[in-house]
Nanobody, 125 residues
Framework: HVQLVESGGGSVQAGGSLRLSCAVP????????VGWFRQVSGKEREGVAR????????AYAEFAEGRFTISRDNAKKMVYLQMDSLRPEDTAMYYC???????????????????WGQGTQVTVS
């Protein structure tokens, strides 16, 4: 039973940076699709970025493009989300999630992921 654990959230001023971390025990085994998502209370969860370990490719939501970077460290079994130039509208609970796609599909759709971390709060003021 795979469990994901996020860390690195906190409070930061607009324009600042944070790096979120997600411990993914399977990141160096097989094909893993690891995504970062965020959710504001009362709104739907939305995709932020994802990385597909099989092809080492990343994809980003439009609002994250150019400001956020997803990466992985196989040795540490970690996936990171570096967030720069943060804005107040980035305030949300951030989650990492895992999908191990036999079909090679790796998107930013939350419904496709079946293992979720507990979330870490990011507040930008």
């Amino acid at each position: 039973h795979v469990q994901l654990v996020e860390s690195g959230g906190g409070s930061v001023q607009a324009g600042g940076s944070l790096r979120l971390s997600c411990a993914v025990p399977t990141v160096n085994v097989g094909a893993n699709c690891v995504g970062w998502f965020r959710q504001v209370s009362g709104k739907e969860r939305e995709g932020v970025a994802r990385i597909f370990t099989f092809s080492n490719t990343a994809a980003y939501a439009e609002f994250a493009e150019g400001r956020f970077t997803i990466s992985r460290d196989n040795a540490k079994k970690m996936v990171y989300l570096q967030m720069d130039s943060l804005r107040p509208e980035d305030t949300a609970m951030y989650y990492c999630a895992l999908r191990q796609p036999a079909d090679g599909i790796c998107t930013l759709a939350p419904s496709q992921y079946y293992v979720w971390g507990q979330g870490t709060q990011v507040t930008v003021s």
